[in-house]
């Protein structure tokens, strides 16, 4: 059985048990992820957030906030899918025809699938994403919209 996301954060001391009560206090309130709530709030940065994410659910992470993303790689994913399915395509490897993806969950099959066939047959590797930062850069990229958490 997985760990929940808050005895990651706990275990690492990276929030406390007050802040996990605020955390959930705002998500029963006004719905979202828990580690969401916990970003917005500045109870943890992407970075920590992305890291205990990757922890959970075993698998690689990006802090999608820090890369330099092309625009041609950007155009891999088209806009309509990044925005329905929340996925930032943000490196490819032609060597290996592999396209970097970021998103909220790495273990949708279902997605990868349909990322694969919408990224013309280039194999796909998900990476967890923090929500508020990849909202963000899909919405800097596919909306023209420059917004951020500061």
């Known amino acids: 059985m997985k760990k929940r996301l808050d005895e990651i954060l706990i275990d ?12 959930l206090l705002h998500q029963k309130a006004h719905g979202g992820r828990f580690g969401s709530m916990l970003h917005y709030y500045r109870h943890i940065d992407e970075e920590k957030l992305v ?3 990757s922890a959970q659910l075993g698998c690689e992470g990006v802090v999608i906030s820090k890369i330099d993303i092309p625009e041609s790689v950007a155009r891999m994913i088209p ?9 930032m395509p943000f490196a490819y490897d032609a060597g290996r025809n592999e396209l970097k993806v970021a998103c909220l969950d790495p ?17 796909i590797k998900a990476y967890i994403a923090a929500e508020i930062a ?13 917004r951020s958490l500061d």
């Open 134 to 146: 990849l909202d963000t850069v899909i919405a800097r990229f596919y909306l023209g919209q420059n």
């Open 12 to 23: 690492k001391g990276l929030i406390t048990e007050t802040e996990v009560r605020d955390a």
């Open 79 to 87: 806009a309509k899918v990044a925005l329905a399915r929340q996925v």
């Open 51 to 53: 890291d205990a994410l």
């Open 107 to 123: 273990t949708d099959h279902v997605l990868m699938k349909e990322l694969g066939f919408v990224a013309r047959g280039k194999e």
